[in-house]
């Protein structure tokens, strides 16, 4: 490798175009190897401040991936690899309603089946040791034992400067392009007061014990029914929640043999005192979740890592001035539903786009500004799903309805929005997508803050319920699968358009449901306070007339979403004065 852009001058020779990454956890280095795939006429160099060998189960943020990261890795070149040396994920899992009953009496929410799309369960410090390698065998200049000290941004196409230090000795790198990839160190953001804040409170504890942890070692053998569920055997390989009002706990295998146990609390229920230390955490668990804790007391713990008040936005992450922000150097929303490589897949994504546009001697600020604008829609569209959920937890119906909501919002349009590499889109394609993600953006607030209403104001018990997602043929389930598929803009603006009008056919069933249950007066309650009716989503008069029938007479005449809402929420439990309910809604779909 050429090494004329390194050394104590501060103005070395410097190559046509290098990008310099300083940082090389999971989000800078595969950031690298996208460039090096995409891009394979541009220098790269990666300043890591670790050296090799990085032992297994390093103890960071993120140890599973959901289906857009996972499909970001795999496009990657590395779906061989990630079979091979990490764990594949049977989906996501959730117990929610509190801990005080015995596991199998509790509401579970679940895949039946291995997913058709792959997550993962990851070990961080193998796959970034192994990452490495690869880069260097791609011609990645790794510099590792790199403590970045300075960072020098220059303007009008001139080299930047980064300073670092490295066995006591100073160098410099002069790249046309910085890439922020530190983490939460975030030299940059920091830097130029970036941080915005999310107006979500959260915190987190967690720690890794040694051995596999399977669940369903926690209910008798004698529980027949329970075992007999679908993926009983592998529960163990879903990322489990056990979940209670404002806090919820994952499980995460690694494939290392160790078991991640995670605490987050929401800070408007539960004080941020409880994740601040191990001895606090482990006590939590005692009182709220005092099975699963004693389950755990068994297992040797390894260690304990805790992050206060986790969430952040950025200001803007890229610039005309050829410097951006990746991983948690840019921002952090929440790790329920294991959003955290999505987030890295868009901003590298976004950054490879830039350099796209760099290369092609295009607008980068107009660009630039496209990708602020789309990362912070998509970013806060994750936000909105997190910041008033702490009543959800902790009501079993609820969370049921937000799991099944959220799932096909993510699939039709989050994951579509990467799949079909829509950030390549000109001004004019942006605006008509945005028109879709908008109204996306604005169902997604409408349904959480029913949902959180609901459960406020009418708490309830789990039972012993398996809430499955529904099987083939499924609305749901077509969504999922249509994530793997690549369409052209036509066919992925008319996919969006069809998708749309099923979200809000959705939604409707969704209050269908709800106010059944309510009944009347607090029906009109919960539809007052929500402002339902400024919503402009229609509830036709007939499909609230099927309510009235029953068997099979009902279910043959639901229509499909109508019909995959009930396979996977279960029977409607309808209040004695349910008709009553209905007929506000019936008044409503016909002012």
Request: proline letters at 6%.
């Amino acid at each position: 490798m050429n090494e004329s852009c390194t050394g104590p001058s501060d103005h070395p020779p410097v190559a046509p175009f290098e990008v310099a990454i300083c940082g090389g956890g999971l989000a800078g280095l595969l950031l690298a190897r996208h460039i090096r795939r995409d891009l394979p006429e541009l220098r790269v160099t990666v300043l890591e401040r670790t050296r090799r060998p990085l032992p297994d189960a390093c103890h960071k943020v993120g140890e599973s991936t959901v289906e857009l990261g996972s499909q970001y890795i795999d496009s990657l070149g590395l779906k061989d690899y990630m079979r091979d040396r990490q764990l594949l994920k049977w989906g996501i899992r959730f117990f929610p309603g509190g801990g005080d009953l015995p596991l199998h009496l509790r509401t579970e929410i679940g895949p039946i089946a291995e997913p058709p799309l792959k997550g993962y369960q990851l070990d961080r410090g193998r796959m970034e040791s192994d990452l490495r390698e690869m880069l260097e065998q791609d011609g990645v200049r790794l510099v590792e034992g790199a403590h970045v000290t300075d960072i020098e941004l220059a303007k009008d196409g001139a080299p930047h400067t980064i300073r670092y230090e490295q066995d006591g000795q100073s160098h410099s790198v002069h790249p046309r392009w910085v890439v922020d990839a530190t983490g939460r160190t975030a030299i940059l953001r920091k830097r130029m007061q970036l941080t915005r804040g999310s107006h979500h409170g959260a915190s987190a504890g967690w720690f890794r014990i040694t051995g596999k942890f399977d669940i369903s070692e926690m209910v008798p053998a004698s529980e027949a029914e329970w075992h007999r569920r679908p993926c009983n055997a592998q529960r163990w390989l879903s990322t489990n929640h056990f979940m209670g009002a404002g806090y919820w706990v994952w499980i995460i295998p690694l494939p290392t043999g160790r078991t991640s146990i995670g605490l987050v609390i929401h800070e408007d229920t539960h004080d941020r005192k409880h994740i601040a230390g191990l001895d606090n955490t482990l006590a939590f668990l005692r009182e709220h979740e005092p099975h699963l804790a004693a389950a755990l007391a068994k297992y040797p713990i390894e260690d304990f890592l805790c992050l206060g008040n986790y969430s952040y936005t950025t200001g803007r992450a890229w610039s005309e001035d050829r410097w951006a922000l990746v991983g948690e150097a840019a921002a952090f929303a929440d790790p329920l539903f294991s959003p955290g490589t999505d987030f890295i897949a868009f901003a590298n994504s976004f950054t490879v786009e830039l350099l796209r546009t760099d290369l092609a001697q295009g607008d980068l600020a107009k660009k630039a500004m496209m990708m602020n604008a789309q990362f912070r829609s998509i970013l806060n569209g994750a936000l909105q799903i997190f910041r008033t959920a702490a009543p959800l937890y902790g009501h079993p119906s609820a969370m049921s309805y937000k799991i099944f909501w959220n799932n096909f919002a993510y699939w039709s349009f989050t994951c579509q929005y990467w799949r079909q590499e829509l950030c390549r889109l000109d001004a004019d394609g942006q605006e008509q997508v945005a028109r879709f993600g908008g109204r996306f953006l604005e169902l997604m607030h409408h349904v959480e803050q029913l949902l959180a209403g609901w459960a406020r104001m009418a708490p309830e018990r789990p039972t012993a319920v398996f809430r499955g997602a529904p099987a083939f043929p499924s609305v749901l389930i077509d969504a999922h699968v249509a994530t793997a598929t690549k369409m052209t803009f036509p066919e992925t603006l008319a996919y969006l358009e069809k998708r749309l009008m099923q979200g809000h056919e959705i939604i409707a069933d969704l209050v269908i449901r709800i106010v059944q249950e309510l009944g009347p007066e607090r029906s009109q309650q919960l539809l007052h306070e929500v402002k339902f009716w400024d919503w402009d989503v229609p509830i036709l008069p007939q499909r609230i007339e099927l309510e009235a029938l029953s068997g099979l007479e009902r279910r043959h005449r639901l229509p499909d979403i109508a019909r995959d809402v009930e396979r996977g929420l279960g029977p409607v439990r309808r209040h004695p004065q349910a008709a009553q309910a209905l007929e506000l809604l019936l008044a409503g779909a016909t002012r």
